[in-house]
């Protein structure tokens, strides 16, 4: 079996100083590294357990079978927060019917991005005999 020792998820942006301003300003990544120079430099951001890299530039926006999962302590509190940091919800927090309450944005390029709360009681807290 191949040794992983860390993972990273790639996107090349359209327009990568507008994706840095959602990643970094408007959602509030914190910065792991930064590479290369100029509008097209590489910045890689901190996501959970994993890395979100920003880097070249795409002529044309991901497929949309490319979508991103965050999960977060507190959805409508993340809510709050990024709708006071100019982003649009597209749809908003609802309980799902597998437990997770899911809330969906999009990037500048239309990638899907769901946040997830894992409510305290969903087996996902709860896993008896494990």
């Known amino acids: 079996m191949v040794q992983v020792l860390a993972s990273r998820t790639l996107i090349r942006p359209t327009d ?7 990643y970094g300003g408007r959602l509030g990544l914190a910065v792991y590294r930064e590479f290369g120079t100029g509008p097209d430099r590489g ?7 994993g890395f979100l890299e920003l880097s070249g530039r795409s002529e044309a926006p991901p ?4 979508r991103l999962w ?5 959805v ?31 990037d500048p390029d239309g ?14 807290r709860h896993r008896p005999g494990i």
């Open 111 to 124: 990638v899907p991005i769901v946040l997830v709360e894992v409510p305290a009681d969903h087996p996902l």
């Open 43 to 49: 910045t890689v951001y901190f996501l959970g357990g």
């Open 63 to 66: 497929s949309p079978s490319v």
């Open 16 to 22: 990568p100083e507008r994706s840095r301003d959602f």
């Open 76 to 106: 409508e509190a993340a809510r709050e927060e990024l709708t006071a940091n100019g982003v649009d919800v597209v749809r908003p927090p609802l309980r799902e019917p597998w437990g997770l309450v899911e809330m969906w944005i999009a």
């Open 70 to 74: 965050i999960q977060v302590p507190d």
